[in-house]
Nanobody
Framework: QVQFVESGGGLVQPGGSLRLSCAAS????????MAWYRQAPGKQRELVAR???????NYADFVKGRFTISRDDAENIMYLQMSSLQPEDTAVYYCNTLSKTFYWGQGTQVTVSS
């Protein structure tokens, strides 16, 4: 089993930036395609971005050009750099493998509001 700890969320004004972190308890980034997800109140969890074990990235259309996924294999940490944040980005953000292999962490709350 692998545990994920997400952090870095907070309250930010529209147009602002945040960097989220996902710390994994084991070294899995070179094995799995990893992903960031988000869940807004009353909505289903949705895929935001993914990064393959080879380092290729892919983004949901609604964040393309604004968010950047990356990882530090040595530290077992994955990041999500978010810029030009909008109120519709408000959600709890989670990390997991693309296949949602492991239990979900507690997530980190991102609130975009003026």
């Amino acid at each position: 089993q692998v545990q994920f700890v997400e952090s870095g969320g907070g309250l930010v004004q529209p147009g602002g930036s945040l960097r989220l972190s996902c710390a994994a308890s084991r070294s899995i980034f070179r094995i799995y395609t990893m992903a960031w997800y988000r869940q807004a109140p009353g909505k289903q969890r949705e895929l935001v971005a993914r990064i393959t074990y080879g380092g290729s990235t892919n983004y949901a259309d609604f964040v393309k050009g604004r968010f950047t996924i990356s990882r530090d294999d040595a530290e077992n940490i994955m990041y999500l750099q978010m810029s030009s944040l909008q109120p519709e980005d408000t959600a709890v953000y989670y990390c997991n493998t693309l296949s949602k292999t492991f239990y979900w962490g507690q997530g980190t709350q991102v609130t975009v509001s003026s």
